[in-house]
């Protein structure tokens, strides 16, 4: 069974779901555990390393992965480089997901007034 874990902030879309299933073959998804979601969506940004404070994640990923499993990595910059590189040393495929920004501009008052939309766009190996 292919897995894909998930570092990032928020749940899979529908959308997103359905492309990792197609492009990776994913039969299971797992997202990262209440006290570790914590830590991963609340990195203080005061903090001079995030070494300690992310093995806890590190050790579920190796409890949890087989080789050639995908793992979704977006986060904290520094997290994010250290993870990836922990997941290519761990024979794991790392990948984000890109998005495309659709702004609407209005003017209102004198002002002007842009919404932004992200659309999923695909995943994309980190390399």
């Known amino acids: 069974m292919k897995k894909m874990i998930l570092l990032f902030s928020h749940k899979l879309s529908e959308e997103q779901t ?8 994913i039969d299971i998804f797992i997202y990262l555990p209440s006290p570790l ?22 050790q579920f990923i190796i409890d949890n992965s087989s080789k050639d499993d ?6 904290d910059f520094g997290v994010s480089y250290n993870l990836v590189n922990f997941a290519k040393k761990n024979q794991l495929i790392p990948v984000y997901a890109t ?19 992200f659309e999923f766009g695909r995943f994309r190996e980190y390399e």
Do not use: C, H, M, Y
């Open 99 to 117: 998005t495309q920004r659709l702004v609407i501009q209005s003017e209102k008052d004198g002002k002007i007034i842009k919404k932004s939309t």
């Open 18 to 25: 359905l492309e990792a299933e197609k492009t990776f073959g």
């Open 70 to 75: 995908i793992i979704l990595i977006q986060g």
């Open 37 to 58: 979601q914590d830590i991963w969506s609340n990195i203080s940004p005061t903090i001079s390393s995030v070494v300690t404070l992310i093995e806890p994640i590190k």
